[in-house]
C-alpha cells in the first residue's frame, strides 16, 4: 500500500491527466443519471424537459470554468476556435464524434455480451433506444425549431440530424403526402461484418424500438412500418427500411 498516492499532489502528470479525463467521465455519468432518475419519477416528458435546461446551464458553467482554466474564449458558451474551424475541418470532427458514439455504443453491447451473453446484450440495447430515440428526437426538434407536430416533412429533416446520418448513407423515397420509406443505404456496422465475411447483425428488434419511438417522438401521429431489417432478406441497395405514415383522424 506504500506505493498507492495519499494526495492528488503525489500523481505524476501522466496520472494527473488521466484523473482529470476521468472527471469529465463522472460528470457524464452523473448528468445521464439524473435524467435516468427524472425520467423513473417523473415520465419521460418532464425528464426531457428538465435536460434541456439542465444541460444548457451545466455546459454554460462548464465552458466558463474550463475556458478561464486554459485560456480560451467561448462565445455563447462555444468555444470560439471550434466556431472558426474550416469547413473540411468542422466536416472531419462531426463524423469522427458520430464514429465514437457509435462505437460507445458497440462496447457497451461488449461489454454485456462477453460476460451475461447476448440475449442480456439485446435486451438492454433495445431497452437503452427506448430511451435515447425520444431524447434525440427531442433535442433535434430544439436545433431545428420544428414545432409540436412537423408532420412527415419535419420528420425527413429531423432524420438528417440523428447521430447515424453522420456516419451511414441514408436514402428517402417519398410515396406521396402520406407516407414516405427511409432505406439505410449503407450501414457502418453491417458493412464492417461483411467485409469479416460474417452474416448481418440482427438489428430488427432494436430498430422496431428506435425508429417508432424517434418518429413518434418528432410527431406523435406518426406510424412506423418495418419493410425489412437483419434477420430479414434485404437487397443489395439497402440493409433495413421503413415506412412512416402520417395517421389521419
Avoid at 425520467?39 to 419521460?44: A, L, P, T, V, Y
Avoid at 426538434?141 to 416533412?153: A, D, S
Wanted: glycine fraction near 6%; charge should be negative.
Amino acid at each position: 500500500m506504500e506505493d498507492v498516492p495519499a494526495r492528488v499532489e503525489d500523481l505524476d502528470s501522466n496520472e494527473r491527466a488521466a484523473l482529470v479525463v476521468d472527471m469529465l467521465t463522472r460528470i457524464m455519468v452523473h448528468h445521464g443519471l439524473w435524467f435516468g432518475e427524472v425520467r423513473h419519477q417523473m415520465g419521460m416528458e418532464k425528464a426531457l424537459t428538465a435536460m434541456e435546461k439542465a444541460t444548457k446551464n451545466s455546459l454554460h458553467i462548464a465552458m466558463k470554468h474550463i475556458s478561464t482554466a486554459l485560456g480560451f474564449e467561448v462565445e455563447e458558451g462555444i468555444p470560439k476556435a471550434l466556431k472558426q474551424l474550416d469547413e473540411d475541418t468542422m466536416d472531419r470532427l462531426t463524423s469522427a464524434v458520430a464514429k465514437s458514439w457509435l462505437a460507445n455504443d458497440g462496447v457497451w453491447f461488449q461489454a454485456v455480451e462477453f460476460d451475461h451473453g447476448m440475449n442480456d446484450a439485446k435486451r438492454c440495447n433495445d431497452s437503452c433506444w427506448g430511451k435515447f430515440s425520444p431524447y434525440e428526437a427531442h433535442v433535434i426538434k430544439q436545433i431545428l425549431n420544428l414545432g409540436k407536430t412537423p408532420g412527415l416533412e419535419g420528420l425527413k429533416k429531423a432524420l438528417n440530424f440523428r447521430m447515424y446520418a453522420f456516419i451511414n448513407r441514408q436514402t428517402i423515397v417519398d410515396e406521396g403526402p402520406e407516407s414516405f420509406v427511409f432505406q439505410m443505404s449503407e450501414c457502418r456496422v453491417q458493412q464492417a461484418r461483411q467485409r469479416k465475411n460474417l452474416a448481418d447483425y440482427p438489428c430488427k428488434s432494436a430498430g422496431l424500438v428506435e425508429y417508432t419511438y424517434f418518429a413518434s417522438a418528432i410527431d406523435s401521429r406518426i406510424e412506423t412500418e418495418c419493410i425489412g431489417c437483419p434477420p430479414d432478406a434485404h437487397p443489395q441497395d439497402w440493409f433495413c427500411a421503413w415506412r412512416f405514415r402520417l395517421r389521419t383522424p
